[in-house]
């Protein structure tokens, strides 16, 4: 809307001439009260740009707050501890899932070897150098200490027949040896097994150590006929693999490694009967009868 001016004229009076006078004609405007009052800005009022930008961030700072907020409530609280209201009715759980094991020992079978011995020391040095008379010529020897002597044993059989055809064989070549009874001491092997897991699974654990025997003594037969590895040998040898795997992955470092070596050399034995290899396989069942007693023993390797 315009402003509207309106003027008045009044006659020329003595002594105007000399004041000063807007086109020869003194104006004198008069304002509308009204306008005045509707438009008194000397001022224009500044927009608030900066105020604005203030709130648009401490909005925005507020929404992020509410949002991670919320977030990290729904990951602590448990829905089932917010009532309709929307209310925490329960203190916050932790997150710490705690596995509920169960303590498990499985008996590990009593096995009983013949040894045939071809010598008995006090110093292992003495008993060191006749085993390698049997090593340079290529036969399977192990010196075992026991009860403070060292022992030279170059054979093993699972019963004193067996054992027998082993002594027979040295002495044959002039050889002195005789045969000796030993038995591979029973034992227990405690672990924790997680509560999921199954029957099946257990069975195998408590297994272990039939099949290791099992498989001993056939190995020990095999060892002196110098046959090849049956189909019942293979299929020990498999289902002992998987039984292993089971128990070692239960055992600690400290005993996962003294069981292993030991069984590494049924293992070998096994190899070794499959290619008809007596001379190893009297080797690999000599190591195993020293490593096992070793790992029952509670022995690290």
Do not use: C
């Amino acid at each position: 809307m315009k402003h509207q001016i309106s003027y008045s004229i009044r006659p020329k009076e003595p002594g105007d001439e000399k004041k000063n006078h807007i086109n020869e004609e003194n104006v004198i405007p008069s304002f509308n009260l009204d306008d005045f009052k509707r438009y008194p800005g000397k001022e224009t009022p500044r927009k608030p740009k900066d105020l604005l930008k203030k709130l648009a961030v401490i909005g925005g700072g507020v929404t992020v707050g509410l949002i991670f907020g919320y977030a990290l409530l729904q990951t602590f609280i448990n829905p089932g501890d917010i009532n309709k209201a929307g209310q925490v009715t329960q203190p916050i759980k932790s997150t710490v899932v705690s596995t509920n094991d169960k303590e498990m020992s499985i008996s590990l079978n009593e096995i009983n070897v013949f040894l045939v011995q071809a010598g008995v020391f006090t110093a292992q040095e003495s008993a060191n150098r006749k085993a390698t008379e049997f090593k340079n010529k290529q036969q399977p020897v192990e010196v075992i200490q026991e009860d403070g002597k060292y022992i030279v044993y170059v054979g093993i059989a699972s019963s004193r027949d067996e054992a027998l055809s082993i002594a027979q064989f040295y002495r044959s070549k002039n050889i002195p040896v005789m045969i000796k009874d030993k038995k591979i001491p029973t034992g227990s092997l405690g672990f924790k097994v997680p509560s999921t897991t199954s029957q099946e699974t257990i069975s195998q654990l408590k297994a272990m150590s039939a099949t290791e025997r099992e498989l001993f003594q056939l190995l020990a037969v095999n060892a002196n006929t110098s046959g090849q590895a049956n189909d019942k040998v293979t299929q020990l040898h498999e289902t002992l693999l998987k039984q292993e795997s089971i128990v070692s992955g239960l055992l600690p470092d400290t005993r996962k490694s003294p069981l292993e070596n030991s069984l590494n050399e049924l293992k070998g034995a096994v190899n070794a009967a499959k290619k008809s290899q007596w001379l190893q396989l009297q080797g690999n069942l000599l190591r195993f009868y020293t490593k096992e007693k070793d790992f029952r023993s509670g022995k690290v390797s």
